[in-house]
Structures are given as C-alpha cells and as structure tokens.
C-alpha cells in the first residue's frame, strides 16, 4: 500500500494543489494527514475543497492550529497568529460548516494498522501529541519512541525526519506542505510503502513567490509572508 503523508499544509492551498496533482502521478492508495490543515495562510475553504474527495479515505489527526480554529477563547498568552485562525474558522462557517464538523471529530494522535504494518500518528509528540517537537538534530533517545516494526508519524516542526531505530522502529516527518523551516520553500511531503516501510521524500515546486506578492496586497501578517521565502530557523511561533 502506497501512503501519502502530508502534514501542516496550514490553509496553503497554492502548494496543496501542487502537491494533489503530484499525488495522482504516484497513484496513492491513502491519504494520512498529520493535523495543521489550518491556520497561518487565508484559504482555509479552499484547502478543504482540494482534499475533499481524499478525506473519505484518509486517516487524519488535528494540529494546534485546527484546535484554535475550532475553539472559542485564545490562549494565554494570545500567539500572533490566533488572528489567523479566526478567519479561518469565520470562512469555513460560512462556507464549508461540514469542515468545522469534522475538526471537530479529529484526535491529536491516533494509531492504524494498514497491511500489516503498524502506525502511530501525532502532531507533536507521544509524549504530548499537541506541541512536543522532535527535530532533525534531536539524538536523545524518548521514552516514547516507536516499537520494534512500528512507524511513528510527526508533524508540527515544518522539518523532514526519518530515523530508523535500532529496535526497528521508524520515526517519519513529512516536513509542511504550506510553510516549510528546512531552507527549501518547496512543499515537502512524503511517501510510504507500507510492505517496503520506505519513506521516499517528495519536494514539489509550486510559485510560492506569487502566493507571496499575493498575502501582501491583502496586508497579510509580515511574519507568515516571509516564511514562505526564507523558511530557516522557525520565523514564526509554532
């Protein structure tokens, strides 16, 4: 079986679309979607437009940012971009309510068997499935790790990973869709073989410059434009 593995695309439907055509290239068998689908970028309608004919077939968790989406008061204190979470969920209201529905439905982690190979899903981490952050440079060994022959999923960092356990245990990030961290603004996802358990790293161009010049003439948050461009070192709060 041929997974797709996308993560934190955050209402970035520009890339997301790119990423759907490649999808169809590769004939993907299923969907799994690490949580993020929201927050940060203004087309949150859209974005659930272009997954919805996925969504009946995926295997989907929520993000810290679908859960600001969906909820009625801010943290404490209010991160920069609960603004842009309220958009969001003031569009899906008026346009797609189903999509607030099934947020709504969502967990932060999750665990599937699929073929015979068994996968736990989370945002952040086991540990704390919301906000826990595993990076790429990260060489301590987690009480949460995965099982020998289990395959951990993550998202929420924006940072590709894939660490093979010695137990035999896989920890796999896709990286984000809708606003990568790594140095490289093209979309970065992913796909798994669950009868190989190889994870192929995909990167897809899409004109993120445009999308760019776009968010300005509508006086988006400076901080969200720049990190389409740039995406090191985390420019934004996560």
Known sequence: ??????????????????????????????????????????????????LHSYLPNAICIKGNHDQLVIQSSPPDPVPSYWYAAKLNEKELREKSPEAIDWLGTLPFESAVTLNGSVCRLAHGTPADPENGRYYPDDMNIWPWFPKPGTMLLLGHTHYPVVRNIKNGGKIINPGSVGQPRDGNPDAAWGI?????????????????????????????????????????GGALEI
């Not at 995909?202 to 461009?229: C, F, H, P």
């Open 1 to 50: 079986m041929k997974l797709g593995i996308l993560s934190d695309i955050h209402s970035n439907v520009y890339a997301l679309q790119a990423v759907v055509s490649e999808l169809e290239l590769h004939e993907i068998d299923k969907l799994i979607i690490l949580g993020d689908t929201f927050g940060y970028y203004p087309w949150a309608h859209e974005t659930y437009e272009a």
């Open 192 to 232: 798994l073989d669950t009868e190989t358990r190889q994870f192929e790293f995909k990167r897809t161009n899409y004109n993120y410059q445009k999308v760019m010049a776009t968010l300005r003439e509508i006086n988006w948050d400076k901080r969200a434009i720049a990190s389409l461009g740039k995406s090191t």
